[in-house]
């Protein structure tokens, strides 16, 4: 399966899922990411797909602070000089603050942890690594409904550049 049918596979069901039964506060997430670090010259950008959740508690008029928590796993991989890196798993933490238009736009600033597992191979030999970082993020979307919603988000993990497609649905 491609990345293009994993990423159609995932929204589609972020969408079912936004068409059930839902109570303020709690919201679910998946999506598409795309990770990206340069070094020393060598450029490496992986993808992965997410899932996640948290509960978004109303502070003031059109504002919003939500705690969420995302898991996510690598699809395909890079190669480097023969070395076939990819994301094994990814996971973070964080607290978004949200401000809502009337309109169905919305922007949103983040702070939060992650750590990310990674694994290179060549030929029959392979290594794991992982690190884990603090990170901040901004991003925007739209509400389509009370239940459903599209963003595109930003975040940077001490040089990692983290870029995410994903849809929100409210249960």
Known sequence: MNTF????????????????H????WFG???VA??????????LDLDAIFVGG???FKVAENFYIAPEIRFAKGIGSEDIFGVDVE???AWFAGVR??????????GFVSAGYGDISIDASMGSVSESASADDIGFGAGFGYEFNQKFALE???????GTDVVQLGANFRF
């Open 54 to 56: 948290g509960y978004s």
């Open 97 to 106: 603050g949200i401000l809502k238009a009337d309109s169905g736009l919305f």
């Open 152 to 158: 595109l988000g930003f975040e940077d993990y001490d």
């Open 87 to 89: 994301i094994d798993t």
């Open 5 to 20: 049918t994993k990423s159609v596979s995932i929204l589609s069901l972020a969408i079912f899922a936004s068409s059930l």
């Open 22 to 25: 839902a109570s303020e506060g």
């Open 34 to 43: 795309r990770f990206s670090e340069s070094e020393a010259g060598v450029n």
């Open 29 to 31: 997430k998946a999506g």
